[in-house]
Nanobody, 114 residues
Framework: QVQLAESGGGLVQPGGSLRLSCEAS????????MGWYRQAPGKQRELVAV?????VTNYADSVKGRFTISRDKDTAQLQMNSLKPEDTAVYYC??????????WGQGTQVTVSS
């Protein structure tokens, strides 16, 4: 059973920074992509950032220039700078094993408020 260890998140003032980390263990298959989605109250889950093989990245337009995703083997990190109140959401780590399926973390709360 794949395990995802998520860390980071919390409460930060507007303009502040946070770093999320996601480490996968007990993986039996090749990880094609890792990343994060987020879901704010009353809204659908949306892509934040994902990084694939070879370091190819994809970001939501709303976070481009502020968030940076990186990956080292089975661990991914999301550096979030210049945070805004609209970034408040539960952030879910996501792993894509390609045809072998996907795994989701339990989520971590990020709250941006003064």
């Amino acid at each position: 059973q794949v395990q995802l260890a998520e860390s980071g998140g919390g409460l930060v003032q507007p303009g502040g920074s946070l770093r999320l980390s996601c480490e996968a263990s007990r993986t039996k298959f090749w990880i094609h992509r890792m990343g994060w989605y987020r879901q704010a109250p009353g809204k659908q889950r949306e892509l934040v950032a994902v990084i694939g093989d070879g370091g190819v990245t994809n970001y939501a337009d709303s976070v481009k220039g502020r968030f940076t995703i990186s990956r080292d083997k089975d661990t991914a990190q999301l550096q979030m700078n210049s945070l805004k109140p609209e970034d408040t959401a539960v952030y879910y780590c996501y792993i894509d094993f390609g045809v072998m399926g996907q795994e989701w973390g339990q989520g971590t709360q990020v709250t941006v408020s003064s």
